[in-house]
């Protein structure tokens, strides 16, 4: 399959690129810093460009079967980085008929709000409300863009993520359901995503994902 990943130059997008080439799959990393990115291997392209820059989107979305998004942001202050770029993405895969799309997403955010308690004292109290509110808050904008396409996306919701070694055990969950894991590893999350390319059963809904 044709993958396109924004987001690649992340912690989760490096996994993703090291799992897909290992999945044989061709893979194209949207970065806008491509010397962030170690992997040079014949079936990953690397595509510089701006998120935030319409016609580089649709240009790098050209030709592909599939798109996933792990994209974050390292600015604390309010912005619409996020958002803004999946709606990018979004109107360029629309534009180019390109229809799969899954897209990385936490608990905590829209109706897995419920869940954000098993993340724990300091997630609750300090973490979210005070370090990571605004990026949360630009989730739930990007939510609502996916919910609104016309894409076959699904958004995969995340509880607190770790570099721990991939255990193979990603379990999904039900908005409502709390017993929710409160940790997941990226090893764990970039193959549950990369599996999703394929599996039709999670098609236009919203998982929440732990260990």
């Known amino acids: 399959m044709k993958v396109l990943l924004f987001g690649a130059t992340g912690r989760t997008g490096k996994e993703i690129i090291k799992q897909a080439i290992e999945q044989n799959h061709e893979i194209r990393a949207f970065a806008r810093k491509p010397e962030d990115i170690a992997y040079r291997q014949k079936n990953l392209d690397i595509f510089k460009g701006d998120i935030l820059d319409y016609e580089k989107v649709f240009n790098a979305v050209k030709g592909m079967d599939a798109v996933i998004s792990s994209l974050g942001i390292r600015i604390l202050k309010k912005n619409t980085?996020?958002?803004?770029?999946t709606r990018n993405i979004i109107n360029a895969m629309e534009d180019n008929g390109?229809?799969?799309?899954?897209?990385?997403s936490a608990v905590g955010v829209g109706e897995s709000r419920a869940q954000q308690s098993r993340l724990g004292l300091l997630y609750n109290y300090f973490i979210i409300p005070h370090i990571i509110r605004n990026m949360f808050d630009d989730k739930e904008v990007q939510d609502k863009y996916i919910l609104e396409s016309s894409l076959d996306w699904t958004i995969v919701r995340a509880v607190i993520l770790t570099s721990k070694k991939k255990t193979g055990n990603a379990r999904s969950f039900k908005a409502d359901d709390l017993t929710i894991g409160k940790k997941i590893t990226r090893g764990d999350v970039a193959d549950f995503m990369l599996g999703q390319i394929a599996d039709r059963s999670n098609v236009r809904k919203a998982v929440s994902l732990s260990n």
């Open 81 to 85: 980085v996020i958002s803004e770029g």
């Open 98 to 104: 390109v229809k799969r799309f899954i897209c990385l």
